[in-house]
């Protein structure tokens, strides 16, 4: 984490739901007091209850307020479960996408009702993930940003007009024209193809700087698969953050 905080990034992603290891567990025990960056837990609601939620999100304030964010998530990976597991954690029939939504709706409901998530002493930053109207209609009530994936927001950007936005995407950071040849063929037929930005740094800038001009202020990036370079990231972001770049 000190590599990311050095760097200038605001948040870490950690992903909760049935196929990882407690993220919870792992960033309580290896999170640096004092540092000023955020660890934001992508939450599948079936994967949890609202009530077990709430005690991770106090127990974390207690041990320093302000350094965790929720991503609340309605996706599934049930493709990837067991028959068994696809019941989800709590009963939720993660296979049906209006079993998922209406559940999300509810854990919503119930969780920022509860006494322990009332009581946290700072504000808890929210991000709903996803495109549909359903997901806008609850970044809206609960959250506070929207994310969605950088193809499906260039496709309509006017449906996100009333929303705060981080845009989701992968980067590849390339130094030389055979570099971004070379990652060109192995990316363009991949899942990520669609939501990659590939160039080098001044070129990945100024795709930041276009989408700042939409209105766009908050960006959510990955590592693509592919890509064996992640100290380029760290690198293109301190120099943007200390306006090298």
């Not at 954690?89 to 209406?102: F, N, Q």
């Not at 971004?180 to 193809?193: C, N, P």
Request: proline fraction near 2%; glycine fraction near 4%; include cysteine.
């Amino acid at each position: 984490s000190k590599i990311l905080d050095d760097a200038g990034y605001y948040s870490v992603l950690h992903v909760y739901d049935p196929l990882n290891s407690d993220y919870f567990i792992k960033v309580a025990r290896a999170m640096t007091l004092g540092q000023k960056l955020k660890h934001m837990f992508a939450i599948r609601t079936y994967a949890i209850s609202p009530e077990m939620l709430s005690m991770m999100c106090k127990s974390f304030d207690e041990i320093e307020p302000n350094r965790i964010m929720l991503n609340i998530v309605s996706g599934d990976k049930y493709q990837m479960l067991n028959e068994k597991e696809v019941d989800g954690v709590i009963g939720v029939d993660i296979s049906k996408s209006e079993s998922r939504i209406s559940h999300t709706e509810n854990f919503m409901k119930k969780f920022v009702n509860l006494n322990l998530f009332k009581s946290l002493s700072s504000k808890l930053e929210m991000v709903l993930s996803g495109s549909s109207e359903h997901t806008l209609k609850l970044a809206k009530e609960y959250g506070d940003y929207n994310l969605a994936m950088v193809d499906q927001y260039l496709e309509n950007p006017e449906r996100y007009l009333n929303d705060k936005i981080i845009l989701g995407f992968a980067i590849v950071v390339v130094e030389t024209y055979g570099e971004k040849i070379f990652y060109e063929k192995l990316i363009k037929d991949s899942e990520a193809a669609h939501w990659t930005l590939l160039g080098t740094d001044y070129e990945i800038k100024e795709k930041l700087d276009t989408f700042e001009k939409m209105g766009i202020t908050d960006v959510l990036f990955a590592l693509h698969r592919f890509d064996k370079n992640p100290d380029r990231i760290h690198r293109l972001v301190f120099d943007i953050k200390n306006g090298i770049l």
